[in-house]
């Protein structure tokens, strides 16, 4: 029998791997209910070996990572085989060998994120284990009674009040789908097709290389959910062809890094922030996608404004004509696109189904697209190809995003089992002074810190279970409050000193970074008064309820963020700027004394 090379047959195995990951979660939403305590420990046993295995960097890694998927992958797998046992248990491990498998969950779990994204997430999980089983022993309101090891341990694995929480439900339900819709998008022309409309739209415009940036960025954005692989997928065609027609480097990178940032806001998709949202809120996802559409239209009209400040102090050009796509190109590869978007609006507006089943339909619409090409030929090589390329980054980002999220459901248990949560709430009134504006200025504060070292859904999920409920207490909808905290953990993207979007798009264009940071502040300064005008004109999160009054609190933002847009960036004198920017600022917060 003829025998494959060891590499390919390397890669044969990680493709079926990745087609079982794949297949197991459309799986889920055809099969209807699967108990949680099998479905989501079967999450974790596929990711982990592509976490700990597939995404190993150095030898090193790849030996020590072998023996701890294994590990893992056993522990998950033991898990949900043993889950009516373990049902009845309520959650207390009552052997030796079912606390070992707690123990390993736990440490695993741990590592996985450390490989995934760093240290500070798994050290922030740690910190929250150790305060679980020694915080009896910290005086003042800050210990906690003690809980037996056994219930502790027991309730973080073996039940629902850890890592197979309802944060997990959501990655397995809901954005390991939108993941995998995002990937079967991007491996045909759909990618070409966001670049062409944009173009198409903009590229004649002064500025106009810059302004397909931000179109296209805000389109890819949507369903990518990360600002750095926006900007590196859309920043590798929008950044030279910036740098081709003059613009100041530190301009291009920061156009892009504030225009894929913004994809994390941008509806339909949001990325995954909006699912977990769902979950925490329970508001219906179509209620979250209204409520975040006119904020995200200002956070876009902003850099708008600020891209044509700039093209009056640099003589911004258009794109060339000759580089623009032809309408017949835009108009095929925007079908690569906007059938399965179609298709996703159809099911989930119309036909009224789940996100998630609606995400299935769409994701076996652009599946049938990648069997064509930009010319509406088949080729079976191309084809082959986007199906890997398609089945292998769905694998590889649903892994990220999972390590990501069973981590932070770590600290999510520990704060339900200990109270802690209720503690930090109360310290949040307390050093406000029981005051809105100052607690939401803490949590502002705590979202930066904490998104500088975390991904932006994790930083939000940490931050708003911690003061979600101090900024509710104060009278705050729940939509208001978590849309907030969202809004403020996507800061660390292009806010110094930690600034992912801005690293890779200054390095893409050889730029020193402060600079670039600086520009992008300037730029993207709706990331930062936008939220504020959420809780100062609550009426532009109620477009369903209310669409008169959204739109009229919507202008009245949208004329104070341009004042403050030019004065930052058009005004060349001190005074002006300080008039714009104060007249700006005033117009967003009358609502405040009004």
Known sequence: ????????????????LATGLVGYHLALIFSGLVPNLVSRPLHMAFILPFVLVFGATTRRRLISGIPLAILGVSAALWVAANSDRLGDQYGFLESDFQLFVAITLLGITLEAARRAIGWPLPVVAGLALLYGLYGQHIPGQFGHSGTPTASFLGTLTIAEGGIWGALTGVS??????????????????????????????AGRLKGGAAKVSVISSALFGSISGSASANVASTGAVTLPAMTKLGYPKRLAAAVEAVASSGGQIMPPLMGAGAFVMVELTGVPYTSIMAAAVLPAFLYFLAVWVGINAYAGRFDLKGVDPADRPARRDVFVTSLFFLVPFSALLWAMFVAKYTPEYAAALAIITGALLLFINVDLKSRREQIVDRFVSAIMNAAKQVSMIAAIILCASIIIGVLSITGLGVKITSLILEGSGGLLWPSLLLTALACLLLGMEVPTTAAYVICVSVAGPALIQLGLEPLQAHLFVFWFALLSTITPPVCGAVFIAAGMVEENWLKVALTAMALGVGLYIIPLGMIANPDILRLAQDPVGALFAMLRIAAGLMLVSHGLIGARKVLSTVLLVGAGLGIVFAAVII
């Open 172 to 201: 397995v339900g809901v954005v390991a789908i939108f993941v995998i819709f995002g990937a079967v998008l991007n491996a045909g022309e759909a990618g070409q097709g966001f670049m062409n409309v944009a173009a198409a739209a």
């Open 1 to 16: 029998m003829h025998m494959l090379p060891e590499g390919r047959l390397n890669d044969a195995f990680w493709l079926l």
